[in-house]
């Protein structure tokens, strides 16, 4: 299982994705069975990457052009970049503190 997830930039640093992909993470465990969840983050994303640890995840390797750069105007000049590959698995399941929702 991969969650997404996007925070408009006036609500980001208030906590919601992190509040958001551990609430998924625990849903996906425990009411679905999942044993792994991935997350897929550009290696320029340091909020996703903070967020990824902060919430339990842990760096599995980087694949070379693997995520696609979405072009609004035309799919046919889309770009890749790399992505790093970070997993949740089953039997590491935290517990937030209201320390890591800020």
């Known amino acids: 299982m991969e969650p997404a997830y996007w925070v408009r930039p006036e609500e980001r640093r208030r906590g919601i994705a992190s509040q958001a992909v551990h609430a998924v993470t625990l849903w996906a465990h425990n009411a679905l069975d999942t044993a792994r969840i991935w997350l897929e983050i550009n290696p320029r994303n340091e909020p996703s990457l903070h967020l990824a640890q902060r919430v339990g995840y842990h760096f599995e390797r980087r694949l ?12 046919q000049h889309d770009s890749w970049h790399d992505c790093l ?9 935290p517990v937030l503190t209201d320390q890591d929702h800020s």
């Open 85 to 93: 590959i970070w997993s949740h698995l089953s039997e590491r399941v």
């Open 64 to 75: 070379p052009r693997h995520c696609r750069d979405w072009s609004p105007e035309n799919a």
